[in-house]
């Protein structure tokens, strides 16, 4: 049978038609230790979130929903990797540590960058910056990071809001550096002229915005004491209460810049509500609570108007919107920011608990470290509901390679899992298990169950030496089952061994 020329043009066109559809514009909004109750949908009634609540009603809101570690440089390693941190020895990273994303990874943007989108991170960044070898030039090209792991554009604060340097980096270069006052970080070359910084443990009274409870006390920039040492960069400092507007900003010119024929990947990943909470005054008062419950509101704002953005650009309708945090929540953190309530079980900010009815957050294994707020919105392919499927942020790399029909190598991403289904409501069940860590602990969710391997303890000796909870019946985690279970925890045990002992990674034991 023979096919005309016009027919076969229609079909081509047909299936491009179709194939644009299945490409949909993707933007990650990251916040930075939000917690599972800090938004409105989740249960805060403290902080008003009326954008990220429109945002999950109009998309799937996941309860069961998590980051790979409660902490962030691990999680947002992982959720570029797809690789759990504890592979590399992935810590929270000190102001000058080198990238932790080597050449050699696959990342999220490098999925997207070969289905020929365009690619960009604006916000914290934290993953580290230089190849480890040679100190990074702050002067020059400050390098390699985010371009070198798959970003076309990228504008950040290379650390965090808390360390320095308290500049912000647009792909290689320092914005605003006055070369007659070079920028150092750790130390300056001997004879070397530049602004000095008051240090903060000799200086109390420098730290004018408000003191440091712990720990953030080298540097004070803007009033507020950091960790690390830096010299010089004056004209180049962020101010700490427009941080929100500028990230806004870069994020709106980057979207106003975009043609309509060519996807894109947008990694939006702001500093709030990590210390120092320091939000714009406009928003001071705008919570019942104290500065977290302020930057909360922020966060919120920015959330809108990302969503006001794509609106302007006519980009709704075939852009897929992620919400979700690095990890849980944490109060007082380093700064006497007046957050930290402590009740007779656990700390609150003023009455407002951010891990919800989850025990723990930032730093500790239980759930409030790594279940947070997950909402997914994709007009037309998602229908509006809440879900109770399992889903990990680090599963995102095999579902968007799923999605763009892109196959990922056996070395590729090697801990992601195709959860495609669960995360376009689907499926109602999502993965069977998925593994969890802060600091050196790790934890497995099987179900219900959760076994908890704590730092130290020994995972081959025949008694388990951790902590196993039936979170169907003790959704807190305060009844600890190993002693009363012995064979359900040494099987958990068993089983949390293997994955972690499974060099070439999750995906490849498990079926796809």
Known sequence: MKISLRILATILLLSSSLLAVETPNVVIIYGDDVGYADVGVYGSKLIPTPNIDKLANEGLMFTDGHCSAATCTPSRFSMLTGIH????????????????????????????????????????????????????????????????????????????????????????????????????????????????????????????????????????????????KQFGGKAALWNDETMADVFVEKTKAFLNAQQPDKPFFLYFSSQDIHVPRAPHPRFKGKSQLSYRGDAMVQLDWATGEIIKALEANHLTENTLVIFSSDNGPVYDDGYED????????????????????????KYQIYEGGTRVPFIVKWPGHIHPGKSD?????????????????????????????????????????GHEFIIEEALRSVALRQGSWKYIQKQGRNPNQNKPAGELYNLATDVGEQNNLAAANPSQAKRLQKTLKMLIDAKSGIRNLSPQ
């Open 85 to 228: 941190g504890f592979r590399h020895g992935v810590r929270v990273l000190a102001p000058n540590a080198p990238s932790k994303i080597k050449p050699d990874m696959f990342t999220l943007p490098q999925l997207f960058k070969k289905a020929g989108y365009q690619t960009a991170v604006v916000g914290k960044w934290h993953l580290g910056i230089g190849d480890g070898k040679t100190p990074v030039d702050w002067n020059g090209d400050v390098k390699p990071g985010p371009l070198e792991v798959g970003f076309d554009y990228s504008f950040l604060l290379p650390s965090t809001n808390d360390r320095v340097p308290c500049v912000y980096v647009e792909n290689h270069r320092v914005v605003n550096l006055d070369p007659n006052d070079p920028l150092f970080v750790g130390k300056k070359p001997d004879g070397v002229v530049c602004t000095e910084y008051p240090d903060g443990k000799k200086n109390r009274d420098a730290m004018t915005y408000y003191q440091s409870s712990h720990g953030h006390n080298n540097s004070v920039i803007n009033g507020i004491g950091r960790i690390g």
């Open 338 to 361: 007046g957050t930290t309530v402590r009740t007779s079980t656990k700390e609150v900010d003023r009455g407002h608990d951010a891990s919800g009815p989850y025990r723990g957050g």
């Open 389 to 429: 499927a399992m889903v990990s942020q680090i599963d995102l790399i095999a579902s968007f390679a799923s999605l763009l029909d892109i196959p990922l190598e056996t070395d590729q991403a090697i801990d992601s899992r195709n959860c495609l289904p669960a995360l376009l409501g689907k499926s109602e069940t």
